[in-house]
């Protein structure tokens, strides 16, 4: 880890409970620019309530700091306006929308000039439409979305196609921060090789990602480091190799014995 710079983002003893039951607790971790965080767990864990409590979507304990600013009360929609984006495990797109217009939908000020805008300078709003079209197209190839399916219905294009498209939609025109809710679900061959593929260059690109994954073999492979729930408590909290030797972590997860 890279301790002369601050981290992207931090997450400092979040706690989340509904009544009686604690569903996290004491939980903490960092990431940096250019890094990739993997929460790990086995069902019942704590990873979606861990992801709902740095997201603001259900009331929790602790603190989030976003580049250094204190976030924690900051309300989802301007976390995202702050660079903090979030794909959920479910893909989630406007059906009645191409895959292409999907995309142009979520680009904001990018893409739409508004009422008094589109009223007072037609010929302006029609080029930031045609612009923000453009743009739209070389995100999705870029996601790997491939141009053939640009024109579709998201329901009629592949399913691994649709985790790109997805993921393409959270980042919309940029990220700070991208956290993704198991994007290998029911990816193989291809398809992962294409996610991997999208991870190492978001990596590169400076994004830090935080990645709740079952899908070990990946995880294992992108991460730079994991944090292992278990029972709303952190388990293990260090790079890949350490946390697959970890006895409590071979036990709790991997159901092996220490």
């Known amino acids: 880890m890279n301790t002369s710079r601050s981290p992207a983002l931090r997450v400092e003893s979040l706690d989340v409970r509904y009544g009686a039951l604690v569903a996290l607790h004491g939980v903490s971790w960092e990431v940096h620019a250019g890094e990739l965080l993997g929460i790990i767990g086995p069902n019942g864990a704590g990873k979606s309530s861990c992801y709902d409590a740095v997201t603001a979507l259900v ?6 700091t976003l580049q250094g600013r204190d ?10 306006a702050l660079g903090m984006k979030r794909a959920f495990q479910q893909n989630a797109f406007f059906d009645d929308l191409s895959v292409l217009d999907n995309l142009v939908a979520v680009l904001g000020q990018r893409a739409h000039a508004g009422l008094l805008g589109s009223v007072f300078n037609p010929v302006g709003a029609a080029r930031r439409r045609a612009e923000a079209g453009a743009f739209a197209t070389q995100q999705l190839l870029r996601f790997g979305v491939p141009a053939v399916y640009h024109d579709m219905s998201p329901k009629e294009i592949p399913y691994g196609v649709q985790r ?22 029911g990816l193989g061959g291809e398809d992962m090789a294409g996610l991997v593929r999208l991870l190492g260059e978001l990596k590169a690109e400076g994004v830090a990602l935080v990645v709740i994954e079952h899908h070990m073999d990946l995880i294992m492979a992108v991460a730079d480091r994991i944090c292992v729930l278990d029972l709303g408590r952190q388990l293990a909290y260090d790079t890949p190799a350490t946390v697959q030797a970890d006895p409590r972590v071979l036990e709790a997860y991997l159901g092996k014995a220490a």
């Open 71 to 80: 976030v924690t009360a900051v309300p989802p929609h301007g976390l995202a």
């Open 59 to 64: 009331r929790r304990g602790g603190r989030v």
């Open 164 to 185: 790109m498209l997805s993921i393409a939609l959270a980042y919309g025109d940029g990220a700070t921060v991208l956290l993704l809710d198991e994007p290998a679900a």
